[in-house]
T-cell receptor
Framework: GNSVTQMEGPVTLSEEAFLTINCTYT??????LFWYVQYPGEGLQLLLK?????DKGSNKGFEATYRKETTSFHLEKGSVQVSDSAVYFC????????????FGQGTRLTINP | DSGVTQTPKHLITATGQRVTLRCSPR?????VYWYQQSLDQGLQFLIQ???????AKGNILERFSAQQFPDLHSELNLSSLELGDSALYFC?????????????FGEGSRLTVL
């Protein structure tokens, strides 16, 4: 079936460290891929997206590249900040025209000063 | 602020009871989605409505039902509640134009079943 697998957390890093959160997917056809972020006490919000192979999504210093050959969409940031502490969700959209998202399990990230 | 409003924010009830969660989508958004977030299951898609009609159904139990009203707000009804129904229930909405895939989420309704 269609699914998203994320790197298990929690992940704890020091400020200014390099971040990678792995995400791989299984899907029929060619899905669009997304990273959503959930800050404490809030709902999810879109961080970045990519709609076709080799697209790179970027926002707030985060980047992710849609890799069709490895069915991956890993999230990276060169230098994390305490304010990046949150839960990160990788997701795919299955059906063109319908916007149902399938989410991964989420990865909790904590950044220590 | 996403523009999506959910009420109540917190709800504590007993097993066997029935509750209703309410969602007001962003102004102009026709689609409403309900998701359940629990520690062991992650974010599970429950159901989607588009302009009052059911569009897609996910892992929604028969004890749960939803509807979208003419003013586009939506309600999720949970009945015969069990301990395992304790979770954070999110509503999200999306617009008509552009298949951007972006959903706008409310802050959630936390349900505790005792």
């Amino acid at each position: 079936g269609n699914s998203v697998t994320q790197m298990e957390g929690p992940v704890t890093l020091s400020e200014e460290a390099f971040l990678t959160i792995n995400c791989t997917y299984t899907a029929t056809g060619y899905p669009s891929l997304f990273w959503y972020v959930q800050y404490p006490g809030e709902g999810l919000q879109l961080l970045l997206k990519a709609t076709k192979a080799d697209d790179k999504g970027s926002n707030k210093g985060f980047e992710a590249t849609y890799r069709k050959e490895t069915t991956s969409f890993h999230l990276e940031k060169g230098s994390v900040q305490v304010s990046d502490s949150a839960v990160y969700f990788c997701a795919l959209r299955l059906i063109q025209g319908a916007q149902k998202l399938v989410f991964g399990q989420g990865t909790r990230l904590t950044i220590n000063p | 602020d996403s523009g999506v409003t959910q009420t109540p924010k917190h709800l504590i009830t007993a097993t066997g009871q029935r509750v209703t969660l309410r969602c007001s989508p962003r102004s102009g958004d026709l689609s409403v989605y309900w998701y359940q977030q629990s520690l062991d299951q992650g974010l599970q898609f429950l159901i989607q409505y588009y302009n009052g009609e059911e569009r897609a159904k996910g892992n929604i139990l028969e004890r749960f039902s939803a509807q979208q009203f003419p003013d586009l707000h939506s309600e999720l009804n949970l009945s015969s509640l069990e301990l395992g129904d304790s979770a954070l229930y999110f509503c999200a909405s999306s617009g008509v134009s552009g298949n951007t895939g972006e959903l706008f989420f409310g802050e959630g309704s936390r349900l505790t079943v005792l």
